[in-house]
């Protein structure tokens, strides 16, 4: 089985909370889109979000009553402290519901992304696997196609799929007072995978001995432009301490028309991307 782990922000730190809801629905409705039924959904959060309708009870909702972060580095603990909170959760389940000594694959997703309604029914075929990322994903930039990128599971929060065991998750949380100390943070960010910065979970898997396989399809749509997005904020304040610099392969490869994808039905049924 595989449980989709998302940590959401806090009312406070968004532009628009309406519009942040309803992204993280969009979210939730293509993980309950998968074409198998054997998932759940843990979504941690400060306010519980406003949602247009009613979801099964594969989707559970932990409220946390924790200081709403201020600042870009704080925003980042903020989220692996509510992942670290849905691990806590998951090692509860491994332990009452599922088999102990399998496993369970995990696959942390942020609030406004959408993935493909074959991940469920892929893992679950692959039993055996360390994990799984895609050779590649999309980027939707809000125009009227979208932007395939290679090895997205680099720079994406939502593309590593990893097989955690009960040692991987805590059996206890340290005292909510430290959701944003970065000591504290430095100390879970080297115990517990769900925290490893999603940019380097393979790598450090492979270097383990434990490679991912790759999904034989792109497993997700990686939302930008939305306003929300913390590595947007990163780079804004990065913006203003550095030079802005020009780079032309960057530039160039932009307008590549082979890395552009029309949003076809096909692609929108297998993303649930109709809103």
Not at 227 to 241: M, P, V
Request: aromatic share 14%; proline share 6%.
């Amino acid at each position: 089985m595989i449980i989709f782990a998302i940590p959401f922000r806090s009312k406070q730190t968004t532009k628009n909370w309406k519009e942040s809801c309803k992204n993280l629905e969009n979210t939730i409705d293509s993980i309950f889109n998968q074409t198998d039924p054997e998932f759940r959904c843990i979504l941690a959060c400060n306010e519980k979000p406003k949602f247009t309708k009613k979801y099964d009870s594969r989707l559970e909702i932990i409220s946390l009553d924790i200081p709403a972060p201020t600042t870009w580095i704080e925003m980042a603990r903020d989220k692996y402290w509510k992942l670290l909170v849905i691990a806590k959760r998951i090692r509860e389940i491994l332990e009452k519901e599922l088999n102990t000594g399998q496993g369970v694959y995990v696959m942390p997703v942020d609030g406004d992304d959408l993935l493909n309604f074959n991940i469920a029914a892929y893992v679950k075929m692959h039993p055996n696997e360390n994990g799984f990322i895609s050779k590649a994903g999309y980027v939707d930039w809000g125009k009227p196609y979208l932007t395939v990128y290679k090895e997205m599971y680099t720079f994406c929060g939502s593309c590593n799929i990893i097989k955690m065991f009960i040692e991987d998750l805590p059996n206890e949380l340290p005292d909510s007072k430290y959701c944003h100390d970065k000591d504290m943070a430095g100390k879970l960010n080297a115990r517990y995978p769900i925290r490893w910065d999603h940019h380097i979970v393979a790598d450090r898997y492979a270097k383990m001995g434990k490679p991912f396989a790759y999904l034989p399809f792109k497993s997700t749509i990686y939302k930008k432009n939305t306003g929300e997005n913390i590595s947007d904020l990163y780079a804004s304040e990065k913006y203003k301490q550095e030079n802005k610099r020009f780079h032309p392969v960057a530039f160039l490869r932009s307008f590549n028309p082979f890395q552009y994808q029309k949003i076809t039905p096909k692609l929108r049924k297998e993303f649930f991307y109709y809103n």
